[in-house]
């Protein structure tokens, strides 16, 4: 079977997996970050600790903002992987 | 999902620092040697730095935890160049994305580096070349490598975060638990995901590059000629 083929079949199901767990498991679940379930964990642990460092790079305002920069990202990285592939690919039919 | 800043006291971020850094510096050196010598393989690390960018800015829903998570997308690079040239391209990644989008830290982006750059594609790396000797096909190789380095990510995390926050009961094994229990099992249908479209991608740089790949001994020519001829 051709590799584009079990590829998007493995998209497929992990697309179900997700319906399942949104309509059947919990319609509730805002599936949040799994970083945020760990913080919960160490308060557990230690309810005393307190981050030492705020930070000094840029945090985004909010939601929207943020998942512009990680679409930003996404982009950039896209963009030279098909440029990349395009180019090489153009090149090969040409020689 | 990294370790947010300032969540690794002394003298645990230090410490993976002292881990990273060498690595990097050892990456940086044999970056600078492999694209002086081999001017040809520029595109397939920004190719390969790109994949890493794309994968790991997708958060996905996982319904095993119903909380998400992201690929790590270094599984390609670490087959291609290996892990210390893999380390350099993750902690740009890791650097993007403590500074403009507060995701993981400045303080953390030892333990960070540790975890997604440098022994994710250190198991990438081992499991790839080993199977290869063992013959195993190409494209089952490089989802098992992917995959399992993405895993191996996650439970480096854990353990990094056990290792710092041990329970009062259990020690350090009973917090690696909860953290593992959160990250490691999260990741498992991400695992299998980024397996397979980092096995896609290489089909197509086998299709476009192969002879890069001949000169960077991830496949013998033999090798080569026979997936090309299972394309047709």
Redesign the interface.
């Known amino acids: 079977m051709k590799?584009?083929y079990?590829?998007g079949i493995?998209?497929v199901l992990?697309a179900a997996?997700?319906l399942?767990?949104?309509f059947v498991?919990?319609p509730y679940?805002e599936?949040?970050?799994?970083?945020?379930?760990?913080?919960d964990?160490?308060a557990e642990?230690?309810p005393d600790?307190e981050?030492?460092?705020?930070?000094?790079?840029?945090?985004?305002p909010g939601g929207e903002t943020?998942s512009l920069?990680?679409?930003l990202?996404?982009a950039?990285?896209?963009?030279?992987?098909g440029y990349?592939?395009g180019?090489?690919?153009g090149k090969?039919k040409v020689n | 999902?990294?370790?947010?800043?300032?969540?690794l006291?002394t003298p645990w971020w230090q410490i993976w620092f002292a881990v990273s850094i060498p690595v990097i510096m050892y990456g940086m050196y044999q970056m600078n040697k492999l694209v002086s010598q081999r001017r040809e393989v520029v595109?397939?690390l920004?190719?390969a730095?790109?994949?890493?960018?794309?994968l790991?800015?997708?958060?996905?829903?996982?319904?095993v935890?119903?909380?998400?998570?992201h690929p790590t997308g270094t599984g390609m690079a670490a087959i291609l160049f290996g892990p210390a040239i893999t380390s350099v391209l993750g902690v740009i990644v890791l650097l993007?994305?403590?500074?403009?989008?507060?995701h993981g830290?400045?303080?953390t982006l030892g333990a960070n580096t540790a975890a997604m750059a440098i022994i994710g594609p250190v198991v990438a790396y081992v499991f790839y070349r080993s199977a290869s000797k063992a013959g195993m096909n190409f494209?089952l190789n490089v989802f098992l490598a992917t995959a399992l380095a993405d895993l191996a990510t996650y439970v480096v995390t854990s353990v990094q975060?056990a290792l710092a926050?041990?329970?009062?009961v259990g020690g350090v094994y009973a917090?690696f638990t909860?953290?593992a229990l959160?990250?490691a099992v999260?990741q498992i249908?991400l695992a299998?995901?980024e397996g397979?479209?980092t096995?896609?991608?290489m089909?197509?740089v086998v299709q476009?590059?192969s002879e890069v790949l001949v000169d960077l001994n991830v496949l013998s020519s033999a090798a080569v000629t026979k997936i090309k001829e299972a394309m047709e």
């Not at chain 1, 950039?76 to 992987?81: E, F, V």
């Not at chain 2, 999902?1 to 969540?7: A, C, N, V, Y």
């Open positions: 590799l584009e079990i590829v493995v998209l992990f997996q997700f399942y767990a949104h498991i919990d679940s599936f949040s970050g799994a970083d945020g379930a760990a913080e964990v160490i642990i230690n600790y981050p030492w460092f705020g930070g000094i790079g840029f945090e985004p943020e920069l990680f679409a990202q996404a950039i990285g896209s963009l030279i992987i990349t592939f180019y090489y690919r090969n | 999902m990294h370790i947010f800043e300032g969540f006291p595109p397939l920004a190719v730095g790109a994949f890493i960018f794309v790991s800015s997708l958060k996905l829903p996982s319904a935890t119903m909380s998400s998570s993007y994305q403590s500074l403009f989008l507060a830290g400045l303080t494209y975060l926050f041990p329970s009062e917090s909860k953290f959160i990250f999260t249908p299998v995901v397979a479209l096995a896609l991608i089909k197509y476009i590059k």
